[in-house]
């Protein structure tokens, strides 16, 4: 599986971004994919998640009720719709692809498989 992140860029405090992160392969849909993200000078951070399914979504604390992960698998895309971005959002961005992901590792990038490069989100204050 490759994947390309898109969608990145400047934007205001309180504003929308909605990144998207585009897959290749026949098998996309057997996989949970995650959002993670990495500030400067900081590890990188779990965002969202979404089962192979789009049934089951995950959030990091810090995006519940602001960010939305959601998946078409026709297209073999994943989107994160972020509103009311926040100066704390900005980092750059990146998909990853993991397969049989128990609950638990979800939330923990060194279980996915596969990454796209990263996108840039910059939030001004």
């Known amino acids: 599986v490759q994947l390309q992140a898109s969608g990145g860029g400047l934007v205001q405090t309180g504003g929308s971004l909605r990144l998207s992160c585009a897959a290749s392969?026949?098998?996309?849909?057997?996989?949970?994919v995650g959002w993670f993200r990495q500030a400067p000078g900081k590890e990188r951070e779990f965002v969202a998640g979404?089962?192979?399914?789009?049934?089951?979504?995950y959030y990091a604390d810090s995006v519940k009720g602001r960010f939305t992960v959601s998946r078409d698998n026709a297209k073999r895309t994943v989107y994160l719709q972020m509103n009311s971005l926040k100066p704390e959002d900005t980092a750059i961005y990146h998909c990853?692809?993991?397969?049989?992901?128990?609950?638990?590792?979800?939330?923990?990038?060194?279980?996915?498989?596969?990454w796209g490069q990263g996108t840039l989100v910059t939030v001004s204050s």
């Open positions: 990853a692809a993991g397969a049989n992901l128990i609950i638990t590792a979800v939330t923990t990038s060194q279980f996915y498989q596969y």
């Open positions: 392969g026949r098998t996309f849909n057997r996989y949970t």
């Open positions: 979404i089962r192979m399914s789009g049934e089951s979504t």
